[in-house]
């Protein structure tokens, strides 16, 4: 999905429609600073605001969802378009996971018999060092090239306001974790709760 598409569409069916982002949100029950993230590119409606939203603009979720108003012979064609986006952008987001825990395991299966070389081998002091050097080296590039691709593969969603997002990257290093959970600050409603990691943004 082109968020940056859709959101001034958004804005295009609001203005329309001769409401202020104020009103708008309002009417939906959100923060008007909720609008203008979706309306800048920099936010999607939940799904519970999907036909509430559709419904005040006089539009389709397959209007929305395409950025742009659809004519009777082009709804199907664009209806499908939309489902096979959605479908390959789950798909590429389990992608960027799998490889992100495939990179994780390189990783250590890379690094572990340097340490046990430099630990168990009678060896130079300077050999040694440069060992656990590289080993440490290997561990931190690791880690970071796991971290961009998880966190780069579908967004967290917030268990208060429902939104979805993505973590700056700070936040996301920083936030205590389970397996499918980060304890993150939402932006939209600034819950700091356990976000579910979904696999669409």
Known sequence: MDQILIGKFIAQERKRKGYTQKQLSEKLGISDKTVSKWETGNGFPEVSLLLPLCSEL???VNELLSGERVSEEDYRRKAEENMVNLVKEAQESKKKIILSAMVAILVI????????LAGAVEIDTWIRVILIVIGLFVIVIGIAIACILDRDAGAFECPECKSRFVPEMGAYIMGPHTIT????????CGAHK???KVLTK
């Open 58 to 60: 006089d539009i389709t």
């Open 181 to 188: 959970k980060r304890k993150l600050v939402c932006p939209h």
């Open 194 to 196: 356990y976000c579910k």
């Open 109 to 116: 299966v890379a690094a572990t018999p340097l340490f046990v």
